[in-house]
């Protein structure tokens, strides 16, 4: 095995394992950064051995070892440390408080709590959303600082000071490493969920840059709901988020054209559809609605992204319970935008004009203003009423309104046809 | 996706080698990678239908010219070919701790996804 061999090894080593060893040493450190910190120390002495040494048989546990013994090291200054501040009469608060003896028996005892632990933690609502992102993929999807940082399109720095910044924040908090109970339980596993979903929608339709789709992205956040509904297996919003995104990402080759550019659920060629991730969505929504979670959030936007999926042709597909769906949804979370989505379903089940109708009273909603959907939605409900040239205008307001190329392309595209449909003045 | 060939007629595989390999999925399930996976069942249940020299045709098994055979499958959502492989070592030491005699291997094949389809610029 080359060098190069080696260090390929123990990057997949590395995304295998990180997280278990983050998660169980975070536990006997009591503080997530430490915890990285020891394990990115672990790595750093395979990198430098396992290329003469060979990769060891089980590599997992070697890395697990090399940092536990990191971790007593630390423990031992520490404590020395302390001793010595106690002499000089001032006191260190210090969060290390288990005795090295239990080290080996914790670390093996409940990684899986562990794990959901460190979830919990990365997605504390004492840090920005943003940084519970970059620090959720960091110790949970196993993902170097640069990867981060190109699938955000920022600058490597920037994704490492907010990570430097979110593990202190969580340091000066005295976040505790535990799982959440009671009432405070479903308010912090919603940030969790939020999180997941905020990666999966970044990858989905990426707000910036010239593709449409980061795939690495959605294979993140699916990969993160995955082993999330494993470690919570009786919280059904879990499974309505999983069953949401293994749809959405079913579809994720048909959605994009031979020139990148967007193609739309309804003009999509379903045959593309990946069957395997629909199966997977449909069995995690079972698995939701048997814990009696259909109307939470997730599931609900899963139940709707359902009915697409069992609809062979675009003509199939249940508009009725798509509206039924959304009137659920907006319920629960009243926004202008499920109501945008909802006036699209009205207007496939009873008719364009019906949709017109609930989308005008959207068109004064401030938080739509400069949201692209609202002309473009607008312009294709005028569009289908055979109103041309006021379905030209939305679309091009449209167009001037999203960030992404592609879909400004698309929007700019239906202008065009609109433009070219009209009768042309008559010249005398 | 992986694939596991091996030769015809090994018998049945050892209870520790079954119990190894469950518990293997089951960390793969625990840690999002494992999506699909399946052991098949014997070629002498198995049919080819082939077309050959213009003709379509179906031969019921067994198939005695068959030197190795796919026994299963698995599908992987995984980061890195790399991290593929390091699956299907850890697969192949079960064989190899659990299963003395065994001979077989398993065969690590991407699925194209939709960035294998670069948009023609």
Same mark, same amino acid.
């Given at each position: 095995?080359?060098?190069?061999?080696?260090?390929?090894?123990?990057?997949?080593? !590395?995304?295998?394992?990180?997280?278990?060893?983050?998660?169980? +040493?975070?536990?006997?450190?009591?503080?997530?950064?430490?915890?990285?910190?020891?394990?990115?120390?672990?790595?750093?002495?395979?990198?430098?051995?396992?290329?003469?040494?060979?990769?060891?048989?089980?590599?997992?546990?070697?890395?697990?070892?090399?940092?536990?013994?990191?971790?007593?090291?630390?423990?031992?200054?520490?404590?020395?440390?302390?001793?010595?501040?106690?002499?000089?009469?001032?006191?260190?608060?210090?969060?290390?408080?288990?005795?090295?003896?239990?080290?080996?028996?914790?670390?093996?005892?409940?990684?899986?709590?562990?794990?959901?632990?460190?979830?919990?933690?990365?997605?504390?609502?004492?840090?920005?959303?943003?940084?519970?992102?970059?620090?959720?993929?960091?110790?949970?999807?196993?993902?170097?600082?640069?990867?981060?940082?190109?699938?955000?399109?920022?600058?490597?720095?920037?994704?490492?000071?907010?990570?430097?910044?979110?593990?202190?924040?969580?340091?000066?908090?005295?976040?505790?490493?535990?799982?959440?109970?009671?009432?405070?339980?479903?308010?912090?596993?919603?940030?969790?969920?939020?999180?997941?979903?905020?990666?999966?929608?970044?990858?989905?339709?990426?707000?910036?840059?010239?593709? !449409?789709?980061?795939?690495?992205?959605?294979?993140?956040?699916?990969?993160?709901?995955?082993?999330?509904?494993?470690?919570?297996?009786?919280?059904?919003?879990?499974?309505?988020?999983?069953?949401?995104?293994?749809?959405?990402?079913?579809?994720?080759?048909?959605?994009?054209?031979?020139?990148?550019?967007?193609?739309?659920?309804?003009?999509?060629?379903?045959?593309?559809?990946?069957?395997?991730?629909?199966?997977?969505?449909?069995?995690?929504?079972?698995?939701?609605?048997?814990? $009696? $979670?259909?109307? $939470?959030?997730?599931?609900?936007?899963?139940?709707?992204?359902?009915?697409?999926?069992?609809?062979?042709?675009?003509?199939?597909?249940?508009?009725?319970?798509?509206?039924?769906?959304?009137?659920?949804?907006?319920?629960?979370?009243?926004?202008?935008?499920?109501?945008?989505?909802?006036?699209?379903?009205?207007?496939?089940?009873?008719?364009?004009?019906?949709?017109?109708?609930?989308?005008?009273?959207?068109?004064?909603?401030?938080?739509?203003?400069?949201?692209?959907?609202?002309?473009?939605?607008?312009?294709?409900?005028?569009?289908?009423?055979?109103?041309?040239?006021?379905?030209?205008?939305?679309?091009?307001?449209?167009?001037?309104?999203?960030?992404?190329?592609?879909?400004?392309?698309? +929007?700019?595209?239906?202008?065009?046809?609109?433009?070219?449909?009209?009768?042309?003045?008559?010249?005398? | 996706?992986?694939?596991?060939?091996?030769?015809?007629?090994?018998?049945?595989?050892?209870?520790?080698?079954?119990?190894?390999?469950?518990?293997?999925?089951?960390?793969?399930?625990?840690?999002?990678?494992?999506?699909?996976?399946?052991?098949?069942?014997?070629?002498?249940?198995?049919?080819?239908?082939?077309?050959?020299?213009?003709?379509?045709?179906?031969?019921?098994?067994?198939?005695?010219?068959?030197?190795?055979?796919?026994?299963?499958?698995?599908?992987?959502?995984?980061?890195?070919?790399?991290?593929?492989?390091?699956?299907?070592?850890?697969?192949?030491?079960?064989?190899?701790?659990?299963?003395?005699? !065994?001979?077989?291997?398993?065969?690590?094949?991407?699925?194209?996804?939709?960035?294998?389809?670069?948009?023609?610029?």
């Amino acid at each position: 095995m080359t060098a190069t061999d080696t260090h390929r090894a123990i990057d997949a080593v !590395w995304r295998i394992e990180s997280a278990r060893i983050i998660a169980g +040493l975070a536990r006997i450190v009591r503080d997530v950064g430490l915890a990285e910190e020891l394990a990115q120390d672990a790595l750093v002495a395979a990198l430098e051995q396992w290329p003469n040494s060979g990769i060891p048989d089980n590599p997992g546990a070697w890395l697990m070892a090399a940092a536990k013994h990191r971790a007593i090291d630390r423990l031992r200054r520490s404590k020395l440390l302390e001793r010595k501040h106690g002499e000089i009469g001032r006191e260190l608060q210090t969060r290390q408080e288990m005795a090295v003896a239990d080290f080996d028996t914790a670390i093996d005892n409940d990684i899986e709590d562990d794990l959901l632990r460190l979830v919990f933690t990365a997605c504390h609502p004492v840090l920005s959303s943003e940084a519970r992102v970059a620090l959720t993929l960091r110790l949970l999807g196993g993902l170097t600082t640069d990867e981060i940082a190109r699938a955000f399109l920022v600058p490597e720095p920037t994704i490492a000071q907010r990570i430097v910044r979110a593990k202190r924040t969580l340091a000066d908090a005295r976040v505790p490493f535990e799982l959440p109970r009671g009432s405070d339980r479903a308010a912090r596993l919603s940030s969790v969920l939020e999180v997941i979903y905020l990666v999966f929608n970044e990858g989905y339709t990426a707000t910036a840059g010239g593709d !449409w789709i980061r795939p690495a992205l959605c294979e993140d956040a699916l990969r993160l709901g995955r082993i999330l509904a494993e470690l919570a297996t009786n919280e059904p919003e879990v499974h309505g988020l999983v069953a949401l995104m293994e749809i959405q990402a079913s579809r994720s080759t048909a959605r994009v054209g031979p020139s990148g550019e967007p193609i739309l659920l309804l003009e999509q060629d379903r045959s593309r559809w990946d069957q395997l991730l629909i199966r997977r969505g449909l069995a995690a929504l079972e698995r939701a609605e048997k814990l $009696g $979670g259909d109307r $939470g959030p997730y599931a609900l936007q899963a139940a709707i992204a359902a009915c697409h999926a069992r609809a062979h042709t675009p003509e199939q597909t249940d508009w009725a319970r798509i509206v039924a769906l959304y009137e659920a949804l907006a319920q629960l979370t009243p926004s202008p935008i499920i109501e945008l989505n909802r006036a699209v379903a009205l207007a496939m089940a009873f008719g364009p004009a019906a949709g017109l109708e609930l989308i005008d009273t959207l068109a004064s909603e401030p938080s739509l203003k400069s949201y692209h959907l609202l002309p473009s939605v607008r312009g294709d409900f005028l569009f289908k009423l055979g109103h041309l040239a006021e379905a030209q205008v939305e679309f091009e307001r449209a167009a001037s309104l999203t960030r992404n190329a592609r879909e400004r392309e698309l +929007l700019l595209g239906r202008a065009q046809a609109c433009a070219e449909a009209q009768p042309r003045p008559r010249l005398h | 996706m992986m694939l596991v060939k091996h030769a015809q007629d090994q018998g049945q595989p050892p209870k520790e080698l079954m119990e190894a390999i469950a518990k293997l999925s089951e960390e793969a399930v625990k840690s999002g990678t494992l999506v699909g996976s399946g052991g098949l069942s014997p070629m002498a249940t198995s049919t080819r239908v082939r077309l050959s020299h213009g003709q379509v045709a179906a031969l019921d098994g067994p198939f005695s010219e068959a030197k190795e055979v796919v026994g299963g499958f698995a599908i992987f959502d995984l980061k890195s070919k790399q991290e593929a492989v390091e699956g299907a070592l850890r697969f192949m030491e079960l064989h190899r701790k659990h299963w003395p005699g !065994w001979e077989g291997e398993t065969e690590v094949r991407q699925i194209f996804g939709p960035e294998d389809f670069p948009p023609h610029k």
